[in-house]
């Protein structure tokens, strides 16, 4: 019933998350609540409208409506609004900012909004992220990895295009920007968060269904606002994963033989 | 028209002379530039501010035009006006094709006009200069002269923003929010010129709030009391207070942000900031999320500054055509003050997707969801007066009515933006385009114009005709909901706000084999979109000539053309200056339409004592 | 219709027009440093731990303003007292200090500030810092050029950090002489001006918003002192009030500073 709704009224486009369902089902309540208070008032509305034209009621009456109806209604309201927010939206918000699975379980990714695009980092064999120091950021570094950390070495680094991940395993995106404010949004996996200079913010989701999905940037961030749309996550098996980043290590490997640089 | 209407004003229509001598103004007929320009007087005040404040929104709705033609076919010249922008725009629309800068440049300036230079001077300082000292019974505002350097400032905010298209570099390119830093980077003088503009805009808006709370306060005609306030008289009361006290941290904000771009300061800019390749030379420390809260601390009461004035006046003309009391008066009056209140304390709603943590999110969900009850209840009042009524359809009436499903759609979408978790999926996405501008444009916009029709008879004398604003009425009204309905789909679909391209990089189209991309069907909306915004342009076109054409050929209505019991209308039209020939004294509520114990249709809130001059005695009882 | 209490108070409100006017002004006002204040305290909790300035503005000096403005805020209230016992010379006295009052404060601030616009700090290419009040420039100095020598009267620190909280028994203990730099050696050099960090810049919107101020209002003041006292022949009551509305103002005024004085000067 809910899904209908929401494909089907709503329109929502399909997900692929584990936590898209309850979000889904969130939009729908909510909508249902509006759909009923707008077609009851618009009905009342019309009848009030065609009930009392001064053609029907030539004169006024004084007192107009003594019902107490409308007591009940807004305490209906009320009731309703406070299950949504109580029953569900505190409670899935902080399921959603608070609950992080835990990294060694899951595809740990950095991100690093530019304009007008997206960096993405993995920690590499190690599973060990270089150390980084804002100070050090540059156009050839732009996490401002620290060189001096052997930790660092062999992490792989890209611009735009795919970043892979496994389905149904938890990912941790750390999103950050080194320019102005983006936004990272993923609509199937209904996951939005800015992007913002100066602070790290953690997100996390659990694809649910292989395929390749865009990265929107949801956020104004200049004349290539609408042209950011290089980015892409593909869910993939462990398998493929794990091969993707085989081939991924050797590039490093080879560029690490020559002059250290993420090209 | 009912048979049992008696003639109002009780007193009999001093000849205006007559209304000076009486009052020992010792002024003499005004020359052209103390009339118009630098007049003192409210109701000239409330003209001017009227009359820039169309202008400016006529303006806007060709920014938003020009967009929407950009959305619908990108990179595509500009059908007639391209060669103009061309030339006065020069590189930013070289060959008449609008650049996603330019695009920028008109996203941020179509909100912040229709916002500051649109609607708020026209709701609120327009209206609010007119009508609230005739239905309060004062002479005039508290302070004349604040009152004239609060439109002064506000035209010179104007221009300001005006110029700024014209600047190398071209307007501000942030968004009407300038978010910092892009609002920093972007390498044009637009946004200093914004922020000059917003800081002259915020002193009109200071002063003009300072004296219509003072001139309620100290300028109520002996008997009116709180309870006896006609509605809108609280509604523009409230929404004085909102602009008193939030604009001024925006204020701040602006000179900070203006001290950022001008001298180099980093107030909203972090450390380590890398823009373009070079890391900047800012000290760095800042915030970026300090610029949001100032910001959304104002923008979110702004928006019930939008609203409330426009509520007034709906209030007034439903009261006024249903021939009855307004239901629940006291009710509604507690709830403007709780929105007002309220409206302090839910800003951060904007900001769900800062990586706000679970405690602060709980807070402003909870103050969200509750500000909306006291919405909820005003809408009420508003539909239950309609019961038991003598409904009278005239043009303002059918904007008054218009105004409340199209509020209701715009007020109802907000609910699922106020809940963090559905905001996840709609923030910055058209959904929220199409909630606001429900609430804003049928809703504030269509009230402003049953204001416009209601008030017209007072300034002039005359009627607006009613065959062409009936026909302005259900062409607005058809195309708005053809501009804005499908914008609901398209947002849930995931189409996002402020693309200079309408989408077109994250179609279906342009990105085979990505799942979630924005079909052809949603696409193809823009089109439409496009075409019923043509068509509500064309729409306003019998607006504007029946306004110009009835303010000499209307028809002749004495001074009560609607039967109404506010002051307002038992003044003479257009009323002198200093407005009351003979001070009024307030003996009844505002909306006594049909009370037992008054023959005709409606008992006026004041009587005019005979003291002096020998007028003749108000009629009833 | 004439508009009413422009001098009398009205009675069920029990306040005249232009005192009601400026009491919401003063709200407004209320909200606008309330807004910088708010912006101070995220910027400071904010601040990377350990670069938020301390001491580096002149106690002594602050101090002397505040007590200034405090006067001034008496001598206002007696020239309103003089008013409402009509007594004009008196008036014009207490005025006449307040005036005085408000420019030394000026004047001081003025000192305060060119102070701070007179002291760099110098990256050198080694990595090490020189800091302090500008000595001179050499006639050939032009750091693009990179000819010349510019001296300051400071101190040469390793850690920039060492720069920051001037109470620290280490910095107290620093001993300051001249530095003689190449400006071959200067990476970059800048004084201590709003764009130096965000304390300066803080330092200087507030501090610098507040001094409008005092400037308007002492203008106001002295324009109710000069010409403006006029009308103390035609219309003494409402000259009265003139003086109270403005002199609301002037304390407000005053109790910003009593603010900014511990927030900027003493943490
Ligand atoms: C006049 C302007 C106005 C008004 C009144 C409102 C009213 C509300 N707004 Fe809206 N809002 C804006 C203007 C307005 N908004 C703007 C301009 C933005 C975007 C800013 C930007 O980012 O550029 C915005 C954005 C916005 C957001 C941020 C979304 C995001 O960016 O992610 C949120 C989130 O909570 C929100 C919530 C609400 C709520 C809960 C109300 C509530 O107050 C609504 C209460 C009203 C009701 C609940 C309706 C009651 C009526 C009935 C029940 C009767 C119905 C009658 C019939 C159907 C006939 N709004
Ligand atoms: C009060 C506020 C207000 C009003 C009334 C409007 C009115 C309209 N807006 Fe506005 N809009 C905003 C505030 C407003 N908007 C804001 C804040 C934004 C966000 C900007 C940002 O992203 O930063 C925005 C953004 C925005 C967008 C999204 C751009 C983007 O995200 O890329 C779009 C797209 O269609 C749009 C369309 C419209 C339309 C079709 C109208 C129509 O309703 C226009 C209706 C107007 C008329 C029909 C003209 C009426 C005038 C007269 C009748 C004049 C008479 C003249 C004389 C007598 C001289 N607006
Ligand atoms: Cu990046 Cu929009
Ligand atoms: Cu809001």
């Known amino acids: 019933m809910n899904d209908w709704f929401a494909y089907h009224i709503l329109g929502l486009p399909e997900r692929a998350a584990l936590g898209a369902k309850p979000i889904d089902d969130l939009m729908v309540w909510v909508h249902y609540l509006m759909l009923v208070l707008f077609v009851g008032w618009v009905a009342y509305f019309c009848y009030a409208l065609w009930r009392f034209n001064e053609r029907r009621n030539a004169k006024a009456n004084y007192g107009g409506s003594t019902s107490s109806m409308p007591k009940y209604i807004e305490v209906i309201i009320v009731v309703a609004e406070a299950v949504l927010l109580l029953g569900i939206a505190i409670p899935l918000w902080g399921k959603n900012v608070q609950e992080f699975p835990d990294p060694k379980s899951a595809t740990v990714i950095q991100v690093m909004a530019q304009q007008f695009g997206w960096n993405y980092r993995y920690a590499g064999l190690d599973g060990q992220f270089g150390t980084q120091d804002m100070k050090l950021i540059s156009e050839k570094n732009i996490f401002g990895v620290d060189p001096k950390d052997p930790g660092g070495k062999d992490d792989v680094q890209l611009y735009n295009g795919n970043i892979h991940v496994v389905v149904d395993k938890p990912v941790i995106i750390y999103l950050s920007s080194k320019d102005v404010i983006h936004s990272f949004k993923l609509v199937a996996m209904r996951m939005t968060q800015d992007a913002i200079p100066g602070l790290r913010i953690p997100l996390t989701f659990t694809p649910t269904k292989i395929g390749r999905y865009q990265i929107e940037c949801a956020q104004l961030c200049g004349g290539g606002h609408s042209a950011m749309a290089g980015g892409f996550v593909v869910v993939e098996s462990q398998d493929d994963f794990d091969a993707w980043m085989k081939s991924q290590e050797a590039k490093v490997a080879a560029a690490a033989a020559g002059p250290q640089s993420f090209e | 028209m009912q048979a049992n209407v008696q003639q109002f004003p009780p007193f009999r229509e001093p000849e205006p002379a007559h209304g000076h001598d009486d009052h020992g103004h010792e002024h003499h007929e005004p020359g052209f530039w103390t009339k118009y320009v630098f007049s003192s007087d409210h109701k000239v005040i409330g003209i001017q501010y009227g009359m820039t404040a169309l202008c400016f929104l006529l303006f806007g709705f060709f920014l938003m035009l020009l967009m929407r033609w950009q959305i619908a076919h990108p990179t595509q010249p500009v059908p007639f006006l391209g060669p103009l922008l061309a030339k006065t725009l020069g590189p930013m629309a070289a060959g008449g094709v609008i650049s996603p800068d330019l695009y920028n440049a008109f996203g941020a300036m179509h909100g912040t006009i229709m916002v500051f230079l649109g609607v708020v001077p026209l709701a609120f300082a327009a209206f609010g200069n007119y009508v609230v000292p005739l239905m309060i019974g004062a002479p005039d505002m508290t302070f004349p002269r604040i009152n004239m350097a609060s439109y002064h400032a506000f035209f010179l905010g104007g221009v300001v923003m005006f110029v700024s298209f014209f600047i190398p570099g071209g307007a501000a390119q942030a968004g009407w929010t300038s978010y910092s830093p892009l609002a920093t980077t972007i390498p044009t003088n637009g946004q200093a010129f914004w922020l000059v503009g917003m800081v002259l805009l915020i002193t009109s808006s200071l002063l003009g709030a300072v004296n219509f709370i003072a001139t309620i306060i100290q300028l109520r005609a002996p008997g009116m009391t709180w309870m006896r306030l006609p509605w809108f008289v609280w509604a523009q009361f409230v929404t004085a207070f909102i602009l008193l006290l939030a604009f001024p941290p925006l204020e701040a904000a602006g000179v900070l942000q203006l001290m950022d771009n001008a001298l180099g300061t980093s107030f909203f800019l972090p450390t380590g900031l890398a823009v373009a390749g070079k890391v900047g030379e800012a000290s760095g420390g800042g915030s970026p999320l300090l610029w949001q809260h100032l910001f959304w601390f104002l923008g979110h009461p702004e928006v019930y500054v939008l609203i409330l004035p426009a509520m007034g006046i709906v209030v007034e003309v439903i009261a006024n055509n249903t021939r009855k009391p307004i239901w629940g008066y006291k009710s509604l009056v507690y709830s403007v003050l709780a929105v007002g209140f309220l409206s302090f304390i839910?800003?951060?709603?904007?900001?769900?997707?800062?990586?706000?943590?679970?405690?602060?999110?709980?807070?402003?969900?909870?103050?969200?969801?509750?500000?909306?009850?006291?919405?909820?209840?005003?809408?009420?009042?508003?539909?239950?007066?309609?019961?038991?009524?003598?409904?009278?359809?005239?043009?303002?009436?059918?904007?008054?009515?218009?105004?409340?499903?199209?509020?209701?759609?715009?007020?109802?979408?907000?609910?699922?933006?106020?809940?963090?978790?559905?905001?996840?999926?709609?923030?910055?996405t058209y959904y929220i385009i199409a909630h606001f501008h429900y609430v804003v444009a049928p809703g504030t916009l269509f009230a402003l114009f049953a204001g416009v029709y209601f008030w017209f008879p007072k300034m002039t004398g005359r009627k607006m005709n009613e065959f062409w604003g009936r026909v302005h009425f259900w062409c607005s009204f058809v195309f708005m909901n053809l501009v804005f309905m499908p914008m609901f789909a398209q947002g849930i679909k995931g189409m996002i706000r402020r693309m200079s391209d309408g989408g077109v990089n994250y179609s279906a189209a342009r990105v085979p084999g990505a799942i979630d991309t924005l079909p052809g069907s949603v696409m193809e909306l823009n089109t439409w979109i496009l075409w019923a915004a043509v068509g509500l342009g064309l729409a306003q076109?019998?607006?504007?000539?029946?306004?110009?054409?009835?303010?000499?050929?209307?028809?002749?209505?004495?001074?009560?053309?609607?039967?109404?019991?506010?002051?307002?209308?038992?003044?003479?039209?257009?009323?002198?200056?200093?407005?009351?020939?003979?001070?009024?004294?307030?003996?009844?509520?505002?909306?006594?339409y049909n009370a037992p114990g008054f023959e005709g249709s409606f008992a006026p809130q004041a009587e005019f004592p005979a003291a002096d001059h020998g007028h003749a005695q108000p009629a009833h009882h | 219709m004439e508009i009413p209490y422009t001098v009398q108070n009205r009675p069920d409100t029990g306040i005249y027009n232009a005192k009601l006017g400026i009491w919401l002004f003063l709200a407004s006002e209320v909200m606008l440093f309330g807004g910088l204040f708010s912006a101070y305290v995220l910027l400071r909790a904010g601040s990377e731990p350990g670069m938020w300035p301390h001491g580096w503005l002149d106690v002594r000096l602050g101090t002397v303003n505040t007590l200034l403005l405090a006067l001034s805020a008496i001598t206002t209230l007696l020239a309103w007292a003089a008013c409402k016992v009509r007594d004009f010379r008196k008036f014009k006295i207490f005025h006449a200090c307040t005036i005085l009052l408000a420019l030394a404060f000026l004047g001081i601030k003025s000192y305060e500030y060119h102070d701070k616009f007179i002291h760099y700090e110098i990256a050198l290419n080694d990595g090490t810092f020189v800091d302090g009040h500008l000595v001179e420039k050499s006639a050939d100095f032009d750091l693009k050029k990179k000819t010349g020598t510019v001296?300051?009267?400071?101190?040469?620190?390793?850690?920039?950090?060492?720069?920051?909280?001037?109470?620290?028994?280490?910095?107290?203990?620093?001993?300051?002489?001249?530095?003689?730099?190449?400006?071959?050696?200067?990476?970059?050099?800048?004084?201590?001006?709003?764009?130096?960090?965000?304390?300066?810049?803080?330092?200087?919107?507030?501090?610098?918003?507040?001094?409008?101020?005092?400037?308007?209002?002492?203008?106001?003041?002295?324009?109710?002192?000069?010409?403006?006292?006029?009308?103390?022949?035609?219309?003494?009551?409402?000259?009265?009030?003139?003086?109270?509305?403005?002199?609301?103002?002037?304390?407000?005024?005053?109790?910003?500073w009593i603010f900014l004085f511990p927030v900027m000067y003493l943490t």
């Open chain 2, 346 to 428: 839910v800003w951060a709603h904007h900001m769900y997707m800062t990586g706000m943590g679970q405690k602060i999110a709980t807070f402003f969900q909870a103050t969200t969801m509750i500000i909306s009850i006291p919405s909820v209840i005003i809408l009420t009042c508003m539909f239950l007066s309609l019961w038991g009524g003598s409904i009278r359809i005239n043009t303002p009436m059918l904007f008054a009515l218009g105004f409340l499903p199209m509020f209701g759609i715009g007020g109802l979408t907000g609910l699922p933006l106020g809940l963090a978790a559905a905001d996840l999926y709609l923030h910055d």
């Open chain 2, 541 to 592: 076109i019998p607006f504007i000539i029946n306004l110009f054409w009835s303010i000499k050929h209307g028809e002749k209505v004495g001074t009560n053309p609607w039967q109404a019991t506010t002051l307002d209308w038992h003044t003479p039209t257009p009323p002198p200056h200093g407005n009351f020939p003979k001070a009024p004294r307030i003996v009844r509520g505002p909306y006594e």
């Open chain 3, 151 to 256: 001296t300051l009267h400071g101190r040469a620190v390793t850690d920039r950090k060492e720069l920051m909280d001037l109470r620290a028994p280490e910095a107290k203990a620093a001993t300051l002489e001249e530095h003689v730099v190449a400006a071959a050696d200067i990476k970059k050099m800048q004084n201590y001006g709003p764009w130096h960090n965000t304390f300066t810049a803080i330092y200087f919107t507030m501090t610098g918003l507040h001094a409008l101020h005092i400037i308007g209002g002492t203008l106001v003041i002295f324009y109710l002192w000069g010409p403006g006292s006029r009308m103390w022949k035609t219309d003494p009551e409402r000259f009265t009030n003139r003086i109270e509305v403005s002199g609301l103002f002037w304390h407000f005024v005053d109790l910003v």
